[in-house]
């Protein structure tokens, strides 16, 4: 096989810009992603009828539609309706508005494991039930969930690579826009392929890092 | 089975040139003039210059040129549907006596056969509505434009754009033109065929001709050897031009005129 990386040494710069960008739209997405599923799934065990019934319309409508069409209709669909964002800013309030549907089910799926003794201890401890929400029952939920929470995170990480599609220049389209000029796609896609393994690698680490800080509660009594 | 097949292909390739180098020598325009009848060969997969219409009747840009020069001969015309392939041979072969078939020039094909001047605007540009300003690449500054990433459009913007004007790059054609006709973009980088053809929905948003990126028009071709029929095509083009005949076909299929190179 003829593998010429050579071309590609002058694209240093183009790459990093990309990376960095990638990164940067993954974690805003994730912080906004995670604020929606957790309101989400509130909303989804609220007692208020049209609460629940509209967060349901809303995971429903998430996942079950396609990410790009999602984008999509917010890139080129919304301004029909008058309201125009940049394709940076498009691509962020999609991958937050993707993020938060299926993170509003995976922490719903937390909250259901968390049994009623919580809930009443929180009572008798003379809070409300949202302060029993967020002081008692939300991250022993989530701690419940975290795994799930990683992969979707991931997910996102990847699927930002779709974002490339309304001209935003994060990773995947640096690499479609170099190798546009020097016809080296085998090459172009691998290196871009191993940044996003480097990248989910040392994410991975990150969450660990962070399970093991924040959730050591979970086994501190095994 | 299948060499014999080749030996016969061969010969006839081989005899082909001797034909029509032959038949060449009669006058085509005294031809045309005795019979009556131009026969032009027209695309009729290649909107707007030729597409079959929905009375199923060939129609467009080449249609009407083909029109205008048989009108002013004052003779019938018969149009030959060809594809883009095989459009030269039926010309060598003398099944038509001209190709208008948005035909380009290039030095290889100027060995097989002449060229009338140009009738038709072919070009990469940008494009964008009267209200963007814009008359050369330097007038892009701070300025987005949309375009197909990896499309000659592309590369050839990218050498002449200015360096704080903002090239959006899109995955394909549809996107490019999805972010204009949105207004993501304020103009767009492609061919003025892909332009004429937006234009032709009417959108809220259109894309005008701000200037060309690099021009290839078409040229109406003929068989060589023959000097009487290239001067009485080159005339008639001349005057077609010069009376807002062609103007019109111009602004009917590509919804613009001509541009002013091409004018004279």
Redesign the interface.
């Known amino acids: 096989m003829n593998l010429t990386l050579a071309d590609l040494t002058d694209h240093g710069e183009l790459f990093l810009r990309g990376t960095a960008l990638t990164i940067a739209l993954t974690f805003a997405s994730l912080i906004a992603g995670m604020a929606l599923g957790v309101l989400g799934a509130a909303g989804r065990r609220s007692t208020l009828a049209p609460v629940r019934w509209i967060t349901g319309a809303y995971v429903e409508l998430i996942r079950n539609t396609p990410f790009i069409i999602q984008l999509?209709f917010i890139?080129?669909?919304l301004?029909?309706l008058g309201i125009?964002m940049?394709?940076l800013e498009a691509a962020f309030l999609a991958m937050s508005i993707n993020l938060g549907g299926y993170a509003t089910e995976i922490i719903r799926a937390g909250l259901d494991s968390i049994g009623r003794g919580m809930w009443e201890a929180g009572a008798s401890l003379g809070l409300t039930r949202w302060q029993s929400f967020r002081l008692v029952i939300l991250v022993p939920a989530l701690q419940k969930v975290y795994p799930a929470l990683t992969s979707q995170f991931i997910i996102i990480l990847l699927g930002s690579s779709v974002v490339?599609?309304?001209?935003v220049e994060e990773l995947t389209?640096v690499g479609?826009?170099i190798?546009?000029?020097n016809f080296r796609a085998f090459e172009t896609t691998l290196i871009v392929a191993a940044i996003y393994l480097l990248l989910v690698l040392v994410f991975k680490w990150i969450c660990a890092a962070i399970d093991k800080r924040v959730f050591a509660f979970a086994r501190a009594g095994r | 089975m299948l060499t014999l097949k080749r030996l016969a292909l061969a010969a006839v390739i081989a005899v082909l040139p001797l034909t029509t180098s032959f038949a060449a020598k009669a006058d085509a325009l005294a031809d045309i003039m005795k019979n009556k009848v131009l026969r032009v060969a027209v695309p009729q997969d290649f909107p707007p210059f030729g597409s079959v219409g929905p009375d199923m009747q060939p129609r467009g840009y080449d249609i009407d040129t083909a029109a205008l020069i048989a009108k002013e001969l004052g003779v019938k015309l018969e149009l030959v549907p060809v594809s883009s392939a095989n459009r030269l041979p039926f010309l060598q072969t003398k099944k038509v006596d001209l190709v208008i078939s948005s035909l380009g020039k290039n030095a290889e094909r100027e060995k097989q056969i002449d060229f009338t001047v140009a009738y038709a605007p072919f070009y990469s540009g940008v494009f964008g509505p009267a209200s963007v300003k814009v008359a050369a690449a330097a007038d892009l500054s701070k300025k987005t434009i949309g375009v197909t990433r990896g499309a000659l459009e592309d590369l050839e913007l990218s050498k002449i754009v200015p360096v704080d004007a903002d090239v959006r790059r899109f995955e394909d054609n549809n996107t490019t033109i999805a972010a204009f006709l949105s207004g993501q973009v304020q103009m767009i980088a492609t061919g003025n065929v892909v332009a004429a053809a937006i234009l032709e929905k009417n959108p809220p948003n259109r894309p005008e001709p701000k200037f060309v990126i690099k021009d290839s028009p078409c040229f109406i071709g003929l068989n060589k050897d023959e000097p009487a029929l290239l001067a009485k095509v080159n005339e008639i083009l001349k005057k077609t031009k010069a009376d807002g005949s062609l103007d019109a076909v111009s602004k009917k299929w590509l919804g613009a005129p001509l541009p002013a190179d091409l004018k004279s």
């Not at chain 1, 490339?164 to 001209?167: D, E, K, L, P, V």
């Open positions: 999509f890139f080129f669909g301004p029909k125009r940049g394709s490339s599609q309304i001209a389209f479609s826009y190798q546009s000029r």
